[in-house]
C-alpha cells in the first residue's frame, strides 16, 4: 500500500504543523483504516492472477439465494462439523479481487499483499468455529471483490474506484445481515510509511446502539490475539483498541470524511449508507505489512494460526457472555 499512503497524503487538506504532530499517533494507526472508512480507491498494480480457491465443504451454501449481490465464491455460509450452537459468526478477509490492500516484503524478500494474507487467517479462524459448533459466514472464500462490481466500480487500469470500493464494503454489510451473524470481525494488515511501525490494534464503533458489545468485542480480539501471537514466540506490541470515530484517518472522497467512522462498522448515513452492518463488529490489525518482520509472521501459516486462534477465543468468549451477542 506505498503507493496509497502517499496518496492519501496527496489528497489530504493542507494542515498546520501543530495539528498535523497531534494527529500523527492517530494517523500511524489510522492509515490503513481508512482504507474501510471508503471513498479511497485501493492503489494496485496489474491485475494478478487469482489464488487457487481453498478447498470448501460441498455444503457451502451462498448466505442467500443466489442474486447479483455478490461475486462467484463470496457471501458463503459454511455449517458447524460439529453439533451446532445455532449461533453464526461473520469472518471478513479484507479487501480481494481487485483491491490487493497494503503490500510488504518478507524479510526473505518475498512480496506479500494484504488480500492474500487476511483470506487464510479467517478460513483457520473459520475451522476451528465450526468445530466449535458455529455456523461462519465467509465475506470471501476466494481473491476475489464482495461485491458483484460493475462497469464502473473498476478503472481501466483495473483498480477499483471510488464506486466500487463503497459498493464492495456494502456488499460485506449486507452479507453480514444475511447471514444472521451476532459477532462480525474483519481481519486486515496495517501498512505505514514509517517501516519500523509495529503492533496489534483493534478498531471498533462508538456510534452504534451496541457500541458497548464492539468495545467488550475489540477488548477480547485485540487482547486474544496478542496473547495467541506472543505465546507461539512472536512479541507483538499492543496497540490497543480504537474508536473508529477518532482516527481522523484521511479519505479520498469528502462524504467519506464527513461520515467519519468505518463503513463496516459504522452508523447508518443518509446519501452514503442506508443500511449499516446489525451486530457488534470490529476490524483487527495484527500486524504492519511495511515492517518485514511483521510481514514475515503474517506470511507464515503458523503465524495466521495464531491469529485465528486468538479471534476464535475472542468471539467465543463474547458469545458465551450474556449479552455478548446481543444484537440491536
Ligand atoms: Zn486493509
Not at 451486530?279 to 505489512?289: D, I, K, S, T
Amino acid at each position: 500500500m506505498q503507493g496509497e499512503t502517499s496518496r492519501i497524503f496527496a489528497l489530504r487538506p493542507r494542515l498546520s504543523a501543530r495539528v498535523r504532530a497531534r494527529r500523527a499517533l492517530l494517523a500511524l494507526s489510522a492509515l490503513v483504516l481508512a482504507a474501510t472508512l471508503i471513498g479511497r480507491a485501493a492503489v494496485r498494480g496489474p491485475t494478478t492472477a487469482p489464488a487457487a480457491a481453498p478447498s470448501l465443504t460441498p455444503k457451502a451454501t451462498p448466505a442467500s439465494s443466489a442474486d447479483s449481490t455478490f461475486a462467484a465464491g463470496a457471501c458463503r455460509t459454511l455449517a458447524p462439523t460439529t453439533r451446532g450452537r445455532g449461533q453464526t459468526v461473520l469472518l471478513d478477509a479484507g479487501h480481494g479481487g481487485p483491491d490487493p490492500g497494503a503490500s510488504g516484503t518478507t524479510t526473505t524478500g518475498k512480496r506479500v499483499n494484504e488480500s492474500q494474507l487476511t483470506l487464510p487467517v479467517v478460513l483457520a479462524a473459520a475451522a476451528s468455529l465450526r468445530a466449535d459448533g458455529y455456523r461462519v459466514t465467509l465475506s470471501r472464500t476466494v481473491d476475489t471483490s464482495v461485491a458483484r462490481l460493475g462497469p464502473g466500480d473498476v478503472t481501466r487500469s483495473g483498480l477499483l474506484s471510488l464506486a466500487g470500493e463503497h459498493a464492495d464494503t456494502q456488499a460485506r454489510v449486507t452479507c453480514a445481515n444475511r447471514s444472521g451473524a451476532a459477532a462480525l470481525v474483519s481481519v486486515h494488515f496495517n501498512a505505514f510509511s514509517d517501516p519500523t511501525a509495529r503492533g496489534s490494534l483493534t478498531a471498533y464503533d462508538s456510534a452504534r446502539t451496541f457500541s458497548a458489545s464492539n468495545r467488550q468485542l475489540a477488548q477480547l480480539v485485540e487482547g486474544d490475539v496478542v496473547a495467541a501471537l506472543n505465546a507461539a514466540g512472536w512479541q507483538v506490541p499492543d496497540r490497543g483498541i480504537i474508536d473508529d470515530a477518532t482516527l481522523n484517518a484521511p479519505a479520498l472522497s469528502a462524504q467519506a470524511n464527513a461520515y467519519g467512522h468505518l463503513l463496516l462498522l459504522g452508523p447508518a448515513a443518509a446519501g452514503w449508507l442506508s443500511t449499516p452492518s446489525a451486530m457488534p463488529g470490529v476490524l483487527v490489525e495484527p500486524f504492519f505489512l511495511a515492517n518485514a518482520t511483521e510481514a514475515t509472521v503474517a506470511a507464515d501459516p503458523a503465524g495466521q494460526q495464531a491469529i485465528a486462534a486468538g479471534i476464535t477465543r475472542a468471539i467465543e468468549q463474547f458469545l458465551a457472555v450474556p449479552g455478548g451477542s446481543a444484537a440491536p
